[in-house]
């Protein structure tokens, strides 16, 4: 069963319809509104966008397009606030930073308690030391950026911290590469829910941050099919 499927199940059960009803109220036969909750195929425009009137959701939430019931695009006020170490003040009233911020926190949050439920050691390092690894990469680039900065605050030199750096997120990303498929012989220790990470999954268990994690998703895909299309 596809995401759709599983939707058009869900939204079903909430109405407390049979599938026969279901197939009465759209004029279609029992077996081809089966074949719609199982997956096999998809209504036409028509018949899609009646199914998200009827349910009084969007197309895109049906399609598995948006966590959101509304469709609706995210907004920056519609973000939980995440922690606020710095009091918020250091955006001066910029949209675009604290966006992503939030997004990014968001994210994260549900990032580690996945890697909470994990239980394994080895699993947090790896993840820890490669988001550490990024931070590092992005505020010494601005660090370097100025002359007036000096280089006192770090012990890796300017001629071999960025090259030091690749070479250690390539050895973070390979151990945890090596966790996650059991190549070092700790998969089998995971807990199975660690991997459960269907939208309809997070959405119902993170229904505050998936939204966050969902639109930090397509908006890293787009900056690599941006990527693509430059090649």
């Known amino acids: 069963m596809n ?106 949050d549900i990032l580690y308690d996945k890697l909470q439920e994990s239980k394994d050691k080895q699993l947090v390092v790896g993840v820890s030391n490669y988001l550490m690894l990024a931070v590092y990469k992005m505020f010494r680039q601005m660090y370097e950026a100025s002359p007036k900065n000096i280089s006192g605050m770090f012990r890796v030199g300017s001629a071999r911290w960025n090259s030091s ?3 250690a997120m390539h050895m973070a990303e390979g ?24 939208t309809d999954q997070l959405a119902r268990d993170y229904p505050r941050h998936a939204t966050s994690l969902f639109n930090l998703v397509k908006n890293a895909e787009e900056s690599m099919r941006g990527l693509k299309k430059g090649e």
């Open 3 to 108: 995401l759709f499927g599983q939707r058009m199940k869900e939204l079903r059960k909430e109405q407390k319809k049979t599938q026969a009803e279901m197939a009465a109220a759209f004029g279609v036969s029992v077996r081809q509104y089966q074949n719609y909750e199982g997956g096999a195929f998809y209504p036409d425009v028509a018949g899609l966008m009646k199914l998200a009137d009827y349910f009084d959701v969007s197309t895109d939430y049906l399609l598995g397009r948006s966590a959101e019931r509304s469709g609706q695009t995210i907004n920056v006020d519609d973000l939980p606030e995440g922690n606020t170490a710095t009091g918020g003040s250091v955006y001066r009233g910029s949209v675009l930073p604290t966006m992503y911020k939030k997004l990014i926190e968001n994210s994260l």
């Open 175 to 198: 151990d945890l590469a090596a966790t996650l498929t059991g190549e070092d012989g700790t998969k089998d220790s995971l807990e199975p829910a660690t991997l459960a990470l269907s």
């Open 165 to 167: 750096a690749d070479a």
